[in-house]
């Protein structure tokens, strides 16, 4: 559980210096300490490298899980622009289903087979958006200097269960909150939890953990990804390959509305 320090306590105290120097305040200071946690965990992930990845192809396979067991076995294939274009492909021929969206255009595309393309509905499209907006991937890149952001440090005297880490909470205009543990000695994310919002309107616990990691093209990388939704095992991802920045580039076609094959 984490003992959580009132934000509106460290708005109302102040440091009361003896001389004409401004100290920091106690919230700036807590500012402070939680932006650079996240600072050395993305100098763990490669530092400049980690933050100019811009497109990421990977290969692999995950577990789906329903009432703690396993429910399905795929593999995969993905494509991501980052921010915010995915294609996402699993089986292969006839069997194969296809995933696309690109919510620059705000729009989603889903493959069945070879010839079968359905726009996706709004709702999908607002399910993803949620999803882009609660990726790591994008967090630890493109939206710690969003405007309204704020931080909150939790050492390891204040987490309990979760072994020797220490977290971070990031919260965005909008009031939603991203939980990141990090490893003290590795610096490397161990955890992440966040709030997500179905269809219907109901609130569910989701939560990443992040296991495996290796070194490729200069990027610290986990290789395996365990997602619990509501306490409960969702899935399991395994990264086989996984490529940042191909050369050639992403084609533009693979995040537009498919074409039927012949």
Known sequence: MLKRVSFILLCSLT????????KPSDKETAQQRARAVIERSIAAMGGDRFRQVREIQSKGHFFLFKDGQTAGLAKYID???????????????KN??????????????HQEGKSIIKE????????????????????LRGRLDEPGMTFFYYGSEDITGKGEVEAVEMIDAENDSVLFYCDLKTHLPTRMEYTSVDRRG??????????????????????RQDNFSDGQSSSQLFIDEIT??????????????PVPEK
């Open 15 to 22: 440091v009361h210096a003896q001389d004409s120097t401004k």
């Open 79 to 93: 494509y991501t622009r980052l921010p915010d274009k995915s294609r996402n492909q699993t089986g292969e021929g």
């Open 202 to 223: 109901e609130k569910h616990k989701e939560a990443t953990e992040f296991y495996n990691w290796h070194l490729v093209q200069g990027v610290m990388t986990p290789h």
């Open 96 to 109: 194969k289903e296809i995933a696309i969206f690109d919510l620059s255009a705000n729009k989603g595309w």
């Open 244 to 257: 940042y920045n191909p050369k050639p580039a992403l084609s533009d076609a693979l995040f537009s509305k």
């Open 120 to 139: 996706a509905t709004p709702d999908e499209v607002r399910q993803f958006r949620q999803t882009v907006r609660h990726a790591w991937e994008n967090l």
